[in-house]
């Protein structure tokens, strides 16, 4: 078993940035990436970021040149670097790792943009 804690969600104004932190335990050696997701209300969960262990890195066209992700493989900890929030980017992040079709999710953490 993997657990997820996640810190960092706050209350931002349009334009400003946050960076939010994930570290995994438990089995962490089977890991292969970790990611984020992200959930508005109303809708369904959706891919924000990941990070591979070999350092890859994907993101949603929604946050590309804005938002940077970057992890430690072998402490098994994934951050994001928010810059440039709009409202749209109001949601609750999940942190996310996974190996082959095994993924293992956090509690969420708050981000709020205001307008």
């Known amino acids: 078993q993997v657990q997820l804690v996640e810190s960092g969600g706050d209350l931002v104004q349009a334009g400003g940035s946050l960076r939010l932190s994930c570290a995994a335990s438990g089995s962490i050696f089977s890991i292969n990436g970790m990611g984020w997701y992200r959930q508005a209300p109303g809708k369904q969960r959706e891919f924000v970021a990941r990070?591979?262990?070999?350092?890859?890195?994907t993101y949603a066209d929604s946050v590309k040149g804005r938002f940077t992700i970057s992890g430690d493989n072998a402490k098994k900890t994934v951050d994001l670097r928010m810059n440039r929030l709009k409202p749209e980017d109001t949601a609750v992040y999940y942190c996310?790792?996974?190996?082959?079709?095994?993924?293992?999710w956090g509690q969420g953490t708050q981000v709020t943009v205001s307008s």
């Open positions: 990070i591979n262990s070999g350092g890859w890195t």
């Open positions: 996310n790792a996974y190996y082959g079709t095994n993924h293992y």
